[in-house]
């Protein structure tokens, strides 16, 4: 699939490129500015390789170029910037492309702490951006670290919860999700289940804090 991620020039973004680079897809890396695409864009492809994927596809747009031809878009900016940067996308997403939010509200985006998240009108970032666009909203990837995602050494060992209200994307991005080792996808439901899975993130990041680590992350028990 070719998949383009708006803000891939970040930390998530960034580790879910090489990430989906390394399992075959064709990646996008999209910026508002094309000059860090390209240089992110080179980064990763010299990561890849030093890690065995020569032949791995990594290209740098800036962000409407980014997402012209995408099959997915994944968003992987800060929430603070999220409603903005999907209004002015609008028009250059493909109508029939998955949008994947990977968002996550919060309480810093108002000044507050990492540890908090707020409320967006809609209940969820990723509802936020459903009452954007007309395109399948899939909430995905909230729950990874990005410190796991980039370290390709490693299998990320933990489960990605996956809600929308369209069947067909979710189970699009189920498998994309697994496409990365270590990782189990989680039919999480509907997409206003997303109000919990973006709190998770937050209760994540103090778990983090509170046992020194980076890359903590959830596992369900009992469903195999
Ligand atoms: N980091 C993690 O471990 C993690 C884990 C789970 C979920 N998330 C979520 O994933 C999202 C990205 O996290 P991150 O840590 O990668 O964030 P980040 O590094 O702070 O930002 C990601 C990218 O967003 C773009 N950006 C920044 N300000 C912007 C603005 N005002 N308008 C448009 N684009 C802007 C920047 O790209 P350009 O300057 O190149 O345009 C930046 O490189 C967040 O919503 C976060 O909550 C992060």
């Known amino acids: 699939m070719r998949l383009a991620l708006v803000g891939g020039t970040g930390d998530q973004g960034f580790g879910l490129a090489l990430r989906f680079a390394a399992a075959g897809h064709e990646v996008v890396i999209g910026s508002r500015e094309e000059e860090r695409a390209l240089k992110a864009a080179e980064r990763a492809v010299e990561i890849l390789s030093e890690h065995g994927y020569e032949d791995a596809t990594v290209e740098g747009r800036e962000n409407e170029k980014a997402v012209s031809d995408a099959d997915v878009v994944l968003l992987t900016v800060p929430f603070f910037a999220v409603i903005e940067t999907v209004r002015g996308l609008r028009d250059a997403l493909p109508d029939d492309a998955i949008i994947v939010d990977?968002?996550?509200?919060?309480?810093?985006?108002?000044?507050?702490?990492?540890?908090?998240?707020?409320?967006?009108?809609?209940?969820?970032?990723?509802?936020?951006?459903?009452?954007?666009?007309?395109?399948?909203?899939?909430?995905?990837?909230?729950?990874?670290?990005?410190?796991?995602?980039?370290?390709?050494?490693?299998?990320?060992?933990?489960?990605?919860?996956?809600?929308?209200?369209?069947?067909?994307?979710?189970?699009?991005?189920?498998?994309?999700?697994?496409?990365?080792?270590?990782?189990?996808?989680?039919?999480?439901?509907?997409?206003?289940?997303?109000?919990?899975?973006?709190?998770?993130?937050?209760?994540?990041?103090?778990?983090?804090?509170?046992?020194?680590?980076?890359?903590?992350?959830?596992?369900?028990?009992?469903?195999?």
């Open 102 to 224: 990977v968002t996550v509200p919060l309480e810093t985006a108002i000044g507050g702490r990492p540890t908090r998240t707020i409320t967006p009108w809609e209940g969820s970032a990723a509802e936020t951006v459903q009452s954007l666009v007309e395109q399948p909203v899939v909430s995905a990837f909230e729950n990874v670290s990005a410190e796991l995602l980039r370290d390709l050494d490693r299998e990320v060992e933990c489960d990605v919860v996956v809600c929308s209200d369209d069947e067909d994307a979710k189970r699009t991005v189920m498998e994309l999700a697994e496409d990365i080792p270590g990782v189990r996808a989680i039919d999480g439901g509907p997409l206003a289940n997303a109000r919990i899975v973006e709190s998770i993130t937050a209760l994540l990041i103090g778990l983090n804090q509170r046992y020194g680590k980076k890359g903590i992350g959830i596992r369900f028990t009992g469903i195999e």
